[in-house]
């Protein structure tokens, strides 16, 4: 298992610890395509831990099966199949003991890459999450701040181009600005690598702002929605989904496009203020909210008007 | 405790040839050290070393393999403890007494006593560099795919070395220490000198001796500072922001 991202499917998988009534997670059952990005999300005691944990049988499946790229995890030796997966948590579990280039080097070595390959597989992983490879390489995680630790705890769960990789709130434990920085890194990389990934968090809008699909877990860990962001702000399935995306989610939808992907009305010559098609429609409706006006006037790179936008549009978006 | 500090009535002490410093038996003669150095003392010190090699090497074997098998099984804990605790509070010269009708006047009597006190220290911090490793850190080797022994020797083992190295530290001082009882049983070690210069109340060879079980227990621990450190290039790493 290497290389190319494999489909991530979930089969009426059930968790339940002895001793207690109810299942952790009930009946789960959700595909992930390759390639893509999942977001499990829910409030604490939803079950989306351990729905992840159980993908690499840190967990043990009670009942249904989880398979990647149709093989079901139960039927791989448990070793083979961890370190097929990158796995990457919020306090990162660097080894304090081994330099940054020995952490990304941990999975390739247990594999027997040769030597070789191994230092050049980290010194691109290295390059990928930001961290010039001369000045990091030799360095221990005590030298390291928290945003550059989890970059080499990302680096390091790429370490063996792992089809699939999960991800157990990475960015929790950063700072708003380290993670905000982070959650782009993730987008970048993940456009160029196109991994399959799970992703658990308990924010909402990371969960928007990353995800291509998102599951909403409730307690018991009961699946309440599975949709892309978009589906999800417009059309929740429910009051507790549409509870969990706030009540701002019509706004959030409108982050979700820019004005370059609506239908413009044509120039009718009203005075309006004027932005750039690269604008998200939230921050349209904002400007058009301060400049007290019902239009907006869509600009092209050049600089030449191109149509207009109006709160009717906008208002129109969501149906 | 009789024998070698019962002093009894005053004696003229014979010292036989000597210096004047000798012969009147200052606090300190630098001549006797000179003149006794190769035949006495230093044979004395290499074989204070070699008791306290043996000891420590046997008695970290000995715990290291006690805190592996209490790492796997919790249960070991409590029997280990209590026999390597009820052996510490042992005192030595009563040890002693209780080996030497079993193994004799001999080393094997001595290195049994002495590895018995090494014991609780060395197992002690064994286990506790082991579970001193950071529950996140388990995690991520175990989510990586490493297995139990590969945790064990790649993870568990490299980060309890400075735990590890603390109890060598205070195991080595305290047998360097414990070793010049030794005499008692055998005449081995820096304190055969002592014991003997203690029957005559000559002083220089009671100082030189001491001095040197004192030298000797710096240096050790010097040492060991020095091995700690390069085995642990890590930890002597401060967070740089």
Redesign the interface.
């Known amino acids: 298992m290497s290389g190319e991202a494999a489909e991530i499917a979930f089969d009426r998988v059930t968790k339940r610890y002895p001793g207690r009534a109810e299942p952790a997670v009930r009946e789960l059952t959700l595909t992930v395509p390759a390639g893509e990005l999942c977001c499990l999300v829910g409030p604490s005691g939803a079950g989306k831990t351990t729905a992840m944990k159980m993908v690499?049988r840190?967990i043990d499946i009670t009942e249904g099966d989880i398979t990647i790229g149709g093989t079901s995890v139960r039927t791989l030796d448990?070793?083979?199949?961890?370190?097929?997966i990158g796995?990457v948590?919020q306090?990162?579990?660097?080894?304090?003991?081994?330099?940054v280039a020995d952490n990304v080097a941990?999975?390739p070595r247990?594999l027997g890459w040769p030597k070789a390959r191994i230092a050049s597989q980290v010194d691109e992983l290295l390059h990928l999450v930001d961290l010039p490879p001369d000045d990091y390489r030799a360095r221990?995680?005590?030298?390291l701040?928290g945003g550059e630790r989890q970059r080499v705890?990302l680096a390091?769960?790429l370490g063996a181009n792992p089809p699939v990789m999960?991800m157990d709130e990475p960015f929790g434990a950063l700072d708003p600005i380290t993670r905000a920085r982070l959650q782009h890194e993730l987008l970048r990389i993940q456009h160029e690598l196109r991994k399959t990934i799970v992703f658990v968090t308990h924010d909402i809008d990371e969960a928007i702002l990353l995800g291509d699909r998102i599951a909403i877990l409730r307690e018991g860990g009961i699946l309440a929605q599975y949709d892309t962001p978009e589906a999800l702000l417009a059309r929740p399935a429910d009051d507790f989904v549409a509870r969990f995306l706030g009540t701002d989610r019509g706004l959030k939808l409108l982050s979700l496009r820019r004005l370059d992907e609506v239908e413009l009305a044509p120039l009718d010559g009203v005075a309006a203020p004027s932005a750039d098609g690269s604008t998200t429609l939230r921050d349209a409706l904002s400007l058009m909210i301060t400049a007290r006006s019902r239009s907006l006037v869509v600009v092209g790179s050049d600089g030449d008007p191109r149509g207009v936008v109006t709160l009717d549009t906008l208002a129109g978006l969501a149906g | 405790m009789s024998g070698p500090l019962a002093q009894g009535e005053p004696v003229i002490p014979d010292f036989g040839e000597g210096s004047d410093c000798v012969v009147e038996n200052r606090l300190f003669c630098p001549d006797w050290v000179r003149d006794n150095w190769a035949g006495v003392l230093q044979p004395a010190l290499l074989e204070h070393v070699k008791l306290t090699l043996i000891a420590v090497a046997v008695g970290f074997v000995l715990s290291f393999a006690a805190a592996l098998v209490t790492h796997r099984f919790r249960l070991a804990e409590k029997p280990f403890v209590a026999f390597s605790a009820i052996v510490y509070t042992i005192p030595s010269l009563a040890l002693f007494q209780l080996l030497v009708p079993v193994t004799g006047l001999t080393v094997t009597t001595v290195e049994v006593a002495l590895v018995g006190y090494t014991l609780l220290i060395l197992y002690r911090n064994t286990l506790e560099g082991l579970r001193g490793v950071?529950v996140?850190?388990?995690?991520?080797?175990?989510?990586?795919?490493?297995?139990r022994r590969?945790t064990l020797w790649r993870?568990e083992l490299?980060?309890a070395?400075p735990a590890i190295m603390a109890g060598l530290r205070v195991a080595v001082v305290s047998t360097i220490a414990l070793a010049t009882v030794a005499a008692f049983v055998i005449p081995q070690g820096l304190g055969y000198p002592i014991y003997l210069a203690l029957r005559e109340a000559f002083k220089t060879e009671i100082i030189v001796a001491g001095a040197l079980a004192i030298g000797l227990a710096l240096v050790a621990d010097g040492l060991l500072v020095v091995a700690e450190r390069a085995l642990?290039?890590?930890?002597q790493?401060?967070?740089?922001?």
């Open positions: 690499n840190l448990v070793t083979a199949l961890r370190r097929g796995y948590i306090q990162v579990g660097l080894f304090p003991h081994m330099s941990t999975v247990l221990f995680p005590s030298q701040s705890g390091r769960a999960l | 950071p996140d850190v388990l995690e991520a080797a175990r989510g990586m795919g490493l297995t590969q993870v490299p980060l070395v642990t290039p890590w930890a790493t401060r967070r740089v922001r």
